[in-house]
């Protein structure tokens, strides 16, 4: 796949027809009185509301055979939680509630796959993650799409793929979304249903973990999850598997997000090539459009690394090894919920056999409903759209 291929791939998961940029307000932190109050709902700004109809028009438009059973509100909604050295800090989501009669709303937490530009998360944006937010609202779960830190209007970096903050973002995002949905005389329902698509499908392992911790998880459906980085993604990324460009944003992305938490380089040029060394710290700072980012980018990580940093991924030690074996467990567990993982064999994103690899951990560790769904010949971004529809029908089948 060419670049430009991939860049249109991008476009077609982010957009359905490509915008104009879209600049994220700013969030002054400074202006909070922050608390220790995890979860508490700063503000909630109505996006938009839409019939019954106006949401069967808008999921025929993204080609998501879903019904329309409600109509839904859309939100931004601004809550406090946890920065990565556990600090007061403020985070964004994307809550759809559907307008029903019902006191009790089953809930969803959909979490989204990797974006590079604060702009283009569904709070944000209209793209297939707010239609994936809007799919399940419009068959009556009450939908929460986190952005995670970083993202939408949240200040700061994005900690791209680490565990932790992915965790407390999400579990604080519903915390508010139950505040929100009170306002209106509703209650979400105590336990959780889980779903994701790449970043977000290995994140529904992590959020989930933690919800069943907490009494509080209904299911799990992740979609083309890198669920086994040193076993499958990493090693795929530098040995050709995965699409070269693909590679070499993700591994640009993870090792400028971690080397901000977990020094991994002493200056970028230890890591990149260059030009590249000059480039990529600002590249991945959250205000560039991810189509901007692969056109500065080569095609492949070999030539945006150098050889002694590629040598290290290849074989990690010191704090890479110590980074990806604390951020690399999400099927370390056994799950007491049912468990689907979706996937597409034509995936060179995120390769069919993480979700694989996944089985095999939590059936190891005694997970007793847990199944690999192949949703086709597809690609990475087509697997979202097709296994969309098949998880809101699993989902209703748990009832």
């Known amino acids: 796949m060419r670049r430009t291929s991939v860049i249109a791939a991008i476009l077609c998961a982010g957009l359905l027809v490509p915008t104009a940029a879209v600049a994220a307000p700013a969030v002054d932190a400074g202006t909070e009185r922050h608390t220790d109050r995890r979860g508490e ?23 998501l055979p879903v019904p329309a059973r409600k109509a839904v509100d859309l939100y931004l909604v601004t809550y406090r939680t946890v920065d990565t050295e556990g600090r007061p800090t403020t985070a ?15 809930t969803v937490t959909w979490l989204h796959g990797t974006r590079a530009y604060r702009g283009y998360t569904g709070s944000m944006d209209d793209n297939m993650d707010r239609a994936a ?5 419009a068959s009556g779960y009450a939908t ?10 949240g200040p700061g970096h994005h900690p791209y793929m680490l565990t932790k903050p992915t ?11 139950r505040t929100l949905a009170a306002r209106s005389g509703k209650q979400l329902a105590r336990k959780t249903f889980v779903t994701g698509f790449s970043q977000g499908g ?3 392992m992590m959020v989930g973990r933690e919800l069943q911790r907490r009494g509080e998880l209904a299911a799990i459906a992740g979609i083309a999850g890198p669920y086994d980085i040193r076993g499958v993604e990493l090693p795929a990324a530098l040995d050709g598997r995965l699409d070269g460009a693909s590679a070499a944003f993700y591994l640009g992305y993870v090792m400028t997000a971690w080397n901000r938490q977990h020094p991994l380089y002493d200056s970028p040029s230890a890591a990149f090539r260059a030009p590249y060394d000059q480039l990529v710290t600002e590249l991945f700072d959250g205000s560039h ?3 901007e980012i692969f056109a500065a980018l080569p095609p492949t990580p070999g030539e945006l690394f150098t050889d002694d940093f590629l040598a290290e991924m ?37 390769l069919f056999s993480n979700s694989e690899s996944c089985q095999d951990q939590l059936r190891a560790h005694g997970a007793g409903d847990t199944q690999v769904v192949n949703v086709g010949d597809v690609d990475h971004f087509t697997s979202a759209v097709v296994a969309l529809p098949q998880v809101l029908s699993w989902f209703d089948s748990l009832r």
Do not use: H
């Open 314 to 350: 290849a074989n990690p030690t010191g704090e890479l090894r110590r980074v990806l074996v604390s951020n690399d467990d999400p099927c370390q567990w056994r799950p007491r919920v049912p468990v689907r993982l979706y996937a597409g064999t034509a995936d060179r994103d995120v």
């Open 202 to 204: 290995q994140a529904s």
């Open 289 to 291: 459009p991810e189509e």
């Open 41 to 63: 709902l700063v503000s909630a700004k109505l996006i938009k509301r839409m019939s019954q109809q106006e949401v069967a028009e808008y999921l025929d438009g993204y080609e």
């Open 92 to 106: 964004s989501a994307l809550t759809v509630l559907p307008r029903t009669g019902d006191r009790t709303l089953r």
């Open 144 to 153: 929460v799409a986190p952005d995670y830190l970083g993202l939408g209007v």
């Open 133 to 137: 937010a809007v799919a399940f609202a």
């Open 167 to 177: 965790v407390t973002a999400t579990l604080d995002a519903l915390l508010a979304s």
